[in-house]
């Protein structure tokens, strides 16, 4: 059964079936040649997508959808200039700094980098600086929309470990604002070796004009960090929160989202949320059989017998997140490769909120890497310029971001003390 699976798999991916039909075709060929009963797939699907917490996904896409289409992302380039637009490379810097801001509020990196990038990019041309080093900054920053919370990633992969998602949504903030140091670190000194022209420093009152502005749009993570952390709400119930600020700022505060904004708005979100679902109905049955067929037992025994090191076996896992993050959806990595293992590094001790926010910040850093990382793709389609220009700007921002990262990995009390703090 478990052969027929694989081989079903591989034929898919190379027919270029999209991943979900892939994983739903090889589960059903798996229990076509069994004793199982065929139904078994219908009711692992639905008990797949059977599940309260899965309700955040398209909430928080459309809460994401809505503040987009409502004025935010400009108020936030507008601050994020104030604040950063003075230091060397200060453009560059803002988009960083707007890209970290508006990835708290939209929890998704394609959103992300198009909301941002459609108004820093060509400025950043206007004003002289390369048109690929300014792609390559918003791409490279684009990823943290995976990590920072509200994130669509961090909630799948709490349903499919079966980790606390409001631990999980918490810890990703330190790891987040560390990368964006990172970044906005080496935007300098790459800015001072091409010699980019420094902008004006903000005076007090421009500064507090912005803050005022954007202080609406920066309120809407405080607000859903504050209801988990507190217990006021779940995090489900956090992204129902946000969807009525969002409309309730784009309407009575921003008042630039408009009724006809609304289908459109609830069409995105509900397109790429059954995208989603669809993915993890389909990866249940997947994970049911590769479960019966004692496959994590096999893999587990397997690295058992190279080494007995966690550090060594955590190494190897990040590896395989890395090469296959980079010619993979992120969702679909963490339907395959989490249940698989998920259970090898808990049998070890680790922690697995750890283990959840290094592989997400190291399949959402894949994002930013070639041949089909999808910040780049959305920097590219912005800019107009080609995939290998950009990548030859880029590679400075993902090292310094896999650095971090691997810094992360070998402290786990960093991303782990925030939730621990705040939820015992």
Known sequence: MLQTMVIVLFVCFFLNVPIGFSLGAASLAALLISDIPIMVMSQRMVAGVNSFALLAIPLFML????????????????????????????????????TCFFAAISGSVPATVAAIGTLTIPEMHKRGYDLAYSSAIVASAGP?????????????????????????????????????IGLIATNIVMSRK?????????????????FKDAIWALLMPIII???????????????????????????????????????????KASLNSAMILMLIAMANPFGWIM????????????????????????????????????????????????????????????????????????????????????????????????????????????????IITFILAAFPQVTTFLPNLIMG
């Not at 080494?307 to 590896?319: A, E, S």
């Not at 395989?320 to 490769?337: C, D, K, N, Q």
């Open 63 to 98: 809460a994401g959808s809505v503040m987009e289409r409502g004025g935010v992302s400009k108020r936030i380039v507008k601050l994020a200039s104030a604040l950063v637009g003075h230091l060397t490379g200060g453009l560059s810097s803002v988009a960083i700094l707007a």
């Open 291 to 402: 479960t019966a067929e004692q496959v994590q037992l096999h893999v587990g025994n397997f690295m058992l017998s190279v080494t007995n090191d966690l550090t060594v076996i955590f190494i190897i896992i990040m590896i395989v997140f890395i090469v296959l993050g980079t010619f993979m959806e992120t969702a679909s990595l963490i339907m395959l490769l989490v249940p698989l293992f998920g259970p090898i590094v808990q049998d070890f001790g680790m922690d697995m909120v750890h283990f959840g926010i290094i592989s997400v910040l190291v399949l959402s850093i894949s994002k930013a890497t070639p041949p089909t990382g999808i910040a780049l793709f959305a920097a590219c389609g912005i800019s107009g310029i080609s995939l290998g220009q950009i990548v030859a700007k880029i590679w400075p921002f993902v090292l310094v971001s896999f």
């Open 225 to 267: 960090m504050a209801g988990i952390m507190t217990g006021v709400f779940t995090p489900t119930e956090s992204a129902a929160v946000a969807v009525a600020y969002g409309l309730f700022v784009g309407f009575f505060i921003y008042r630039e989202l408009k009724l006809t904004d609304i289908v459109p708005c609830f069409y």
């Open 194 to 210: 091409a010699n980019f022209a420094l902008e004006r420093k903000a005076t007090g009152a421009e500064l507090v004009k912005a």
């Open 144 to 180: 943290l929309g995976a990590i920072l919370p509200p994130s669509i990633t961090i909630v799948i992969f709490g349903i499919v470990a079966n980790v606390s998602v409001g631990r999980l949504l918490i810890a990703g903030i330190v790891p987040g604002i560390l990368i964006g």
